[in-house]
T-cell receptor, first 113, second 119 residues
Framework: GAGVSQSPRYKVAKRGQDVALRCDPI?????LFWYQQALGQGPEFLTY????????KSGLPSDRFFAERPEGSVSTLKIQRTQQEDSAVYLC???????????FGPGTRLLVL | AQTVTQSQPEMSVQEAETVTLSCTYD???????LFWYKQPPSRQMILVIR??????QNATENRFSVNFQKAAKSFSLKISDSQLGDTAMYFC????????????????FGQGTILTVHP
């Protein structure tokens, strides 16, 4: 079966632009996570969905960041008015209801100029 | 809050040799999960091995094994018979246990260790 997919793989944005990053989880996976990974660092938690419910958004760095998963499958992470400090790889992971094993996507590398 | 510390920014090893990557963590939880993930250059994160804190036996997966010292809050990864394909960034990660009836799996990662396997 297909793994977690993310699109686009690379995104270059001018400072101030809005961007939308997409995550397609493994079919049937209830839990979905977004992480932000700065260059040379470990990923940091952004937000968590169980089906369509966003149960934790404590890691979102500012109100410019917004995530949704309206039908409990595909998720979109939106960043408004991008800043240079938003440049990072954004990782999506999905898991069954008991998330002992998270399956990661390839990530979207965002560069804000 | 939980913290995970990897004190070795970079490690190198000769092919076929053994290498150990270190990880320490801090938590007040009594039950939790610990993980080692591998991230090859420009490729996606892959789970290497998982340890449940209530299990005293150290987890093993083929050439990969861990030394889990719960009292010391230490979780090191040993790679035996290193192969060129083991070259990657390795992350240690912590996961809190489930909260009641709601499953929850937020991972807290360390800073990573770059492992290079030389021929």
């Amino acid at each position: 079966g297909a793994g977690v997919s993310q699109s686009p793989r690379y995104k270059v944005a001018k400072r101030g632009q809005d961007v939308a990053l997409r995550c397609d989880p493994i079919s049937g996976h209830v839990s979905l996570f977004w992480y932000q990974q700065a260059l040379g660092q470990g990923p940091e938690f952004l937000t968590y969905f169980q089906n369509e419910a966003q149960l934790d958004k404590s890691g979102l760095p500012s109100d410019r960041f917004f995530a949704e998963r309206p039908e409990g499958s595909v998720s979109t992470l939106k960043i408004q008015r991008t800043q240079q400090e938003d440049s990072a790889v954004y990782l999506c992971a999905s898991s069954p209801l008991r998330p002992e094993t998270q399956y990661f996507g390839p990530g979207t590398r965002l560069l804000v100029l | 809050a939980q913290t995970v510390t990897q004190s070795q920014p970079e490690m190198s090893v000769q092919e076929a040799e053994t290498v150990t990557l270190s990880c320490t963590y801090d938590t007040s939880e009594s039950n939790y999960y610990l993980f080692w993930y591998k991230q090859p250059p420009s490729r996606q994160m892959i789970l290497v091995i998982r340890q449940e804190a209530y299990k005293q036996q150290n987890a093993t997966e083929n050439r990969f094994s861990v030394n889990f010292q719960k009292a010391a809050k230490s979780f090191s990864l040993k790679i035996s018979d290193s192969q060129l394909g083991d070259t990657a960034m390795y992350f240690c990660a912590f996961m809190k246990p489930h909260a009641g009836g709601t499953s929850y799996g937020k991972l807290t990662f360390g800073q990573g260790t770059i492992l290079t396997v030389h021929p």
